[in-house]
């Protein structure tokens, strides 16, 4: 097993090792990744596979690094609750009726370790007649604070508070208060938000035209609104804390791989993973920090495309066989969970591959890599799908979607590749997160129960000690808040390499999303980071520019906006 990192020990033991009654840690770190390769790996038993292969091929997997699931299944499989999922959209139906079992589904999913997103357009607007009663309807914000305030009530699984993605579609009448809604910190909380904007209101937006506002309940045109004005406020909003977030819904749906079941209204909290209702997310992210190799004189780091390739094929197959391991919260979940089968294979440690390759992050060649590189994943990944379709069949929704046309070999998975965030995961497999650049060179990394981890980056560290004439003080330096730009004994080609989050223009950061996004078949999670001082213009711009390049929704972090923020920099240059 791979060393693992003072924070990743302190992570692994606040959250996810096991603990007697007295709550003391009865588990290590190698005791969970063989807990959860033995439960996983039992699903092989169901199609006449050998569960003891695989149970030491998962565990190698796991405890080399390599490949992480999502969270849930960390904690909980071979454990009482056994659910193994991420994330989960439920439908809000508009009635009392509806909305009510959704709340009741929430807390059952919160308590089992899951997070759950939710579109609130089908809500009669706030003073729409309600037909039962005579009265005014109070609209969508007012019911959301509804499931904010159960989520608040709900520790989930004892180890990590819920999480929520609410989204309104920008045609809904209500769609100003929504946007609005946080301007006040006190609410929603445990909600992000995110407007679903439709290509109609882009095509208003490009001509400075109105749109048409839709009553959800008649279907009925509402009213009319300034485009650039809506806009105005989304950027604005976002610009001042973080929020909302865009989903560009008609995108999104246009590559939903199963229409005839309906359309996609909402994701996920943190927005990768577009769903439809009663949809559940099955994550795991490779360690792309792992995927290289030396080779060459001089000795450089390459990408090692047969070791990708076979944890690529080995982490889809552990997916697969997390689907049926799975116990799900909400019998409607289930059904759908394994009609469609749908996993989301990623990426971590992205920034980290291109340190050790000397490529800066949001250059030329780092573009190019991210497009070549989320490619073969995807191409490694459907054909494990297309093997596992032969040896326990095709998903069972497949009649009707994208996969069934003449010419086409059935797949086992209706999706398999998604970009996440690994907040969390990261930390454990002791990597940069997703596809993120390097937050900072030094930074303080805040956790559960506020516990703070102060941190170098390894990677700078260990390029230092391989350049081999880095200055005696210089890591020292870095670790005081010091600036990398400001040593004039430091290498040019080493400070273009180590970059960080808000060193890199926006576009850096949406071009990066979109290279990434064109073989990903989910969505793929990346904060547009911006300094303290950068103008809305830039805001608005980021998510033009994310439009345009093909993005599936985007989300931009004006540095300092939001309190207990999950990194903060020692240097004061940004943060």
């Avoid at 929504?178 to 995110?194: G, H, M, Q, Y």
Wanted: proline letters at 6%; aromatic letters at 8%; charged letters at 20%.
């Amino acid at each position: 097993m791979n060393t693992l990192t003072p924070g990743a020990l302190t992570v692994l033991e606040k959250r996810y090792l096991k603990r007697d009654e007295t709550g003391r840690v009865v588990e290590t770190p190698d005791g969970l990744f063989r807990r959860v390769a033995a439960n996983v790996a039992s699903a092989e038993a169901i199609y006449g596979g050998s569960a003891a292969l695989y149970e030491e091929e998962f565990h190698s997997l796991m405890s080399s690094l390599e490949f992480l699931p999502n969270s849930p299944t960390l904690m909980n499989a071979g454990r009482r609750l056994q659910q193994l999922a991420a994330c989960f959209v439920l439908p809000v139906g508009d009635s009392l009726e509806s909305i009510f079992e959704a709340v009741k589904n929430t807390a059952i999913i919160h308590q089992s370790g899951g997070g759950t997103g939710f579109s609130f357009s089908r809500l009669r607007p706030s003073n729409a007649i309600v037909g039962s009663t005579g009265a005014l309807a109070s609209g969508p914000v007012s019911f959301m604070r509804v499931f904010n305030a159960a989520t608040e009530a709900i520790k989930q699984g004892g180890a990590r508070r819920g999480a929520n993605m609410g989204v309104l579609r920008v045609d809904h009448p209500d769609i100003a208060s929504f946007i609005t809604v946080k301007r006040d910190p006190a609410e929603l909380r445990n909600f992000n938000l995110s407007v679903a904007v439709t290509d109609a209101f882009m095509d208003a937006l490009a001509k400075d035209a109105d749109y048409a506002l839709i009553d959800p309940r008649t279907g009925a045109e509402a009213g009319k609104k300034s485009a650039k004005e809506v806009f105005g406020l989304i950027v604005e909003a976002a610009w001042a804390g973080g929020e909302p977030g865009v989903l560009f819904i008609d995108r999104i749906n246009r590559a939903n791989p199963t229409p005839q079941l309906g359309q996609i209204e909402a994701t996920n909290p943190c927005g990768e993973q577009p769903l439809l209702a009663y949809e559940p997310c099955n994550l795991g992210s490779v360690n792309l920090s792992r995927m290289l190799k030396r080779e060459g004189r001089p000795a450089r780091w390459r990408i090692d495309y047969a070791k990708l390739e076979r944890t690529v094929s080995l982490g889809l197959r552990f997916l697969d066989d997390v689907i049926d391991m799975s116990r799900y919260p909400v019998g409607e979940i289930e059904v759908m969970a394994k009609a469609n089968r749908k996993v989301g294979l990623g990426v971590m440690g992205f920034a980290d591959m291109l340190a050790r390759m000397r490529l800066p992050y949001g250059g030329a060649e780092s573009l190019a890599l991210a497009e070549e590189l989320m490619r073969f994943i995807s191409g490694a990944a459907w054909e494990e799908s297309l093997r596992l379709a032969e040896a326990r069949g095709p998903f069972p929704n497949i009649k009707g979607s994208v996969f069934d046309k003449p010419g086409t070999a059935p797949v086992r998975n209706a999706t398999v590749t998604t970009i996440a965030p690994t907040g969390t995961l990261s930390i454990i497999a002791g990597c940069s997160s997703g596809i993120e650049p390097i937050y900072s060179l030094s930074y303080t990394r805040r956790i559960l129960n506020g516990a703070e981890i102060p941190e170098v980056n390894p990677i700078l560290v260990e390029v230092a000690g391989e350049e081999g004439n880095s200055p005696p003080d210089f890591i020292e330096f870095i670790a005081s808040g010091g600036d990398i730009k400001s040593r004039d004994d430091v290498p040019e080609e080493i400070k273009k390499v180590f970059v960080t989050a808000f060193d890199l223009p926006p576009e850096a950061h949406v071009r990066m999303q979109a290279a990434f996004q064109k073989y990903t078949d989910n969505a793929v999670s990346k904060t547009i980071n911006m300094a303290s001082d950068a103008s809305i213009e830039a805001a608005a711009a980021a998510y033009l520019l994310a439009y345009e390049l093909g993005c599936k929704g985007i989300t931009v972090y004006r540095s300092g906006t939001r309190t207990g923020q999950a990194l903060s920099c020692k240097s004061t240059l940004y943060c």
